[in-house]
């Protein structure tokens, strides 16, 4: 197979990168940029845990080769805080006992973050609904709705 | 009992300890990274019971990757799961099998190479030579076929060699006074069988280790584990290394829900990949290999119960089947269990239980959420309805008349476990939660008209907190810690105990806190510990993680008040039991003074820091301690259900949920665990299940979960319409007065919904999932009864 | 066989034209080389991972911007790499064409419908599909070019069976063109899934167009009924020219289940799918039917 040379930016951060034609995304962030917080859950696009922002908009990077980022913006879970200050979705999360294991809580969070850009003042049904694709076992969803809809009410970014 | 205003740090709102989880940061197994590590990936059987004879490496190996096979692994023989005492431990595995497949998914090797797409090539080129096959039993009724294909002639128990016969795994019976007596005495007498499927753990970290090989010989290891000194101890013993040189690192675990209990099977794999090559193996299973390697126990339930006409119960035969797929990993405790929640439900009386579990060709069963006791929860309350519908018996009024509660003698853990009941919050909860659900009119299943079909079901359950009793038993069950106060008056609780999300190490911070008077953001019970630095923990699971976990950080803590308290005597020149100890929120310390004289003060800090400069020593103690009792901690749900009649469809759009954990140490976390397990519980009533194909042996699903759904938000009641609420008791034999909730909150999900689509549409399910094909159906073929 | 849905195992070429002519040439040039065509990749990849379907050269087509368009001006004139929460952003797509808005917004999740495109689900060719049903109630044709010239057909015409379409080699879609929508329209699409965010276990789209009482046209079209997306031609005909009453819509929701073939599956049965056709096809004309009245 002929590599691809590939450029990109993640969480701010110019690379470059040269890639097998069937590298993953999901691999790329994990194995070689050491950016463990995107998760492998399921392989098939099903649970919603390696999500990450493509151009600003979710994406799951399971499904997603790295020959296909070149010259993309990537956001991970680790670029979304502003250095010491959480995202007030980080703070909701937290505040609102939304987060258990804490392994679907990236994807969660990432998704929940796009949702509110797309529509500032969702309504509990389309918070459900936009988060559908994203799976937690261990919370039941309720806290993570709640965590989403205190967030819209007014989050404000916070130290940590 | 204490009111919640005499703790400091208990019961309260503190932002938790998850801020790696929000920030990417925390790290679990499969987030390790050694260098030089290679990427492993197993190879598993395409059949479901087939000899090996066979298996040849070259091509894979000319590819450059390391393989093993089971030529290359010890062949000690043991259980993976060493939670119960080595006589009452059945042993049938050994790390690669050498003779035969017994499950379709089975490792029989294994390749590392420098990436994952490596060895995966690499893996494809390994030849398997295979010999006899046999056809798969995967219907329960066919691992009981007395011509059924052995899957097993003999295993190990303790030390003694058992026969297998007709692929009987273990059998338990248990008998309390004379069944045919109490049958005698009553007046109904009611004789269903339910049947509960296997499901799919889904936690969402597949199975991982990483294992860095010592220099001395021994190894370093990471690994998805609800007790990391189970996996030293048997790793130790596998590999003939010492457990000095044997070290478990904790680490977050991503979910389990009983499934890492046991050692998995991946991990003697890894480490003996790591072994054989002299370098780090990451292993990490893909989904589709998670789906194989474990799944719960499913349980096959005759239920025979009779009760006088003013609702007097008066005996009970309980007959259930389970098979166990390949491996047996803990079905002779299971068996107890089952027989422990059923007893304990409710005052039988007379009692006869006969437990059978067999060997089947599929993925080995272990535990789930509950261990058994959601799966017998589902045939008691049901006949619990279906007892008070008989009567004329208000089904909520029938419970209260015959639950065993404060007082009475209870076996959650088994029979060989007996302990009296002190804290009970049965009472409170059946009757407050009625009345937030207007139970009252919830009407009758003919008395509802209409496409849409509202119903309400009721349904109770509990589990023990941890498997303690007077004597050690057949299970083992103890904890332990260090406490230490640092050199500024900050804290270190070191710890082997683990946390699967449902805020073990949020509580065990806590406690400290409110023995020492410490603030809780100056106490660390960080990851950063293994086996080696920690005494011995047998496991979170059996929902032991508060009441005995913390139960022995408490202990432990009392020690270190005490030394503190002495050194703060010298200090003082006085004695300890005239000294005070108290938290300063302005000081943001805790402070120790005279009685009677506060501001004397000297901070925690300043003792410490003193004790140090002068050489005294370090403030600290280690132990570990057995709990004597395991108190049942208790769940309620009242489920409103509407059944479309048109489509079959059931949503749930209102429930209540009461949980009696004596003292709640962090609220919100407590809450969470019950909503968690409510969505667990309705994905067991609406849509779980992971058949098999009976031909060949496989997953219908072929381990990916686009054909295995589980609950997402959308199948949750509106958050308005959710009420959690809690009794209000105080256990007085755990730390602070507290119990567990964790796996009490799954046992009666399932049922409370079973009972409610009853009261809906007059139809009792005895098997679930209750899909809407399956609703549909039921609902026409009693619309055609009924037109007959 | 044996899967590692971590990685993607195959080996394989990656080509990314950055115009259609390149991407053309290139079909051209391996048209016999088992080269396929990567949008979205939520289904190729997915099946690249669980059954091992082999490619040699892959083609990523969601870099040619000419592909990526949504054009409101005369109907709706719809890029093949457009993603999918892209075509649902138009609020032409949500007034005017709501059984193509309902059927995406039905389909997985957020960050699927932001990779997914149109034309990926058009050449995947899923009996499930679900912009399919839709499409084809209106009429949408697609426009397939290759290195030879381009053609134009119609979504109807397109797909023949499980995963296969008339398309040649060498052909790309390039454009899926949906005819202006008339006044006195209204269409529907209903699902019937495990969960919402699952692939269907029986979907349908229907277009009305409605003159006072009358049914002018309609369309009814269901999906995961057979090896295709199927039109219930009688169904259609009972309707045409008709008088529409609860009485004459419960009469056609009996004939339908003549037309169409539902298999037992891991999804559902054959009977559930056959009785939900009758519940669907009520509602949905009763929802077209008060539409058209807007």
Known sequence: MKKIPIEFSINGQKREALVNPNDLLINIIRDELYLTGTKYGCGIGECGACTVFLDNEPVLSCLTLAAAVDGKEITTIEGLANGNELHPMQIAFLKNAAVQCGFCTPGMILTAVALLKENPSPTEEEIKDYMRGNICRCTGYVQIVKAIKACAEGGKSEPI | MLEKEQFDVIGKRFDIKNIGKVTGEEIYSCDVNIPRQLYAVVLRSPYPHAEIKKIDYTEAEKMGAICIGPDDVPDTLYNERIVSIPDKTYRDRIVLPKDKVRHVGEAIAACAAETEEEAFAALKKIKVEWGKKWKPLVALDDTMDPNAPAIYDQVYLGEKKVEIKNNLACERNIDVGDIEQGFKEADIIVDETFNIKRIYHMQLETKSAVCKPEANGGITLWTTTQGIHNVRILLGHIFDIPLSKVNVKRITLGGSFGSSIQMNSITPICVALALKARRPVKLVTSREGDMYDHSSYPLKTRLKVGVKKDGTLTAAHCQVWVEIGGHNIQAYPYLGCVAGWFASLYKWKNIKYEGKAFYSNKAPSCARRGYGSPQINFPVENTMDILSEKLGIDPVHFRLQNYVGRGDEFWGQGPTVRSIIRSCGVEEMLVKGAEL???????????????????????????????????????????????????????????????????????????????????????????????????????????RGVYCGCGAIKFVAEKVKEILLNYAATLFEDRPENLDLALNQELGQGVIYPKGLPENCKTIGEIAEHAHT??????AYTSTLRQKNCPPCFITYFTEVEVDTRTGEITVPRVVMLGDSGTIINPELWKGQILGAYALGLGVGKLESIPYDKITGKLKCNGFITDFKVPTTIDMPDIDNIIVDHAHTYEPTGPFGAKGIGEAALSAVASSFGNAVYNAVGIRFHELPITPEIMFKALQEKRNRREN | MQTDSKILAQEFEYLAPKTLDEALDLLEKYKDKNIKILAGGTDLLVKMKTINLKVNYLMNVKNISELNFVDTEQGLRIGAATPLSHIIKEEKVKVKYSALYEGIMSMAAPAIRNMGTMAGNLGNSSPAADTVPPLIAYGAELKLQSKRGEHTVLVEDLITGVGKTIMKPNELITEIIIPEINKNTGSAFLKKSRVKADLSKINLAIYLEREGNICKDCKIVFGSVAIKVLRAEKTEELLKGQIINSELINKVAEEVSSEIKPIDDIRSTAEYRMAMSKQMLKDGLELAWARAKD
């Open chain 2, 437 to 543: 659900i207007s139970w009252d009119k919830r009407g009758k299943p003919d008395e509802k008209s209409g496409v849409i079909r509202k119903g309400i079901g009721v349904a109770r359950g509990f589990h023990t907190s941890g498997t303690g009793g007077p004597h050690p038993g057949e299970v083992i069950d103890y904890s332990g810690a260090t406490v230490k106060i640092n050199e500024d008056g900050s804290a270190d609780v070191i710890t082997a105990l683990m946390d699967h999300g449902c805020g073990t190490w949020d509580a065990g911070a806590k406690v400290v806190a409110e023995v020492l008077k410490i603030p809780f953001e100056k106490i660390s019970i960080d990851n950063g510990v293994d086996t080696r630095t920690t005494v011995f923990d047998v496991n979170t699971h059996a929902t």
């Open chain 2, 614 to 619: 002068t050489s005294w020593g370090t403030i």
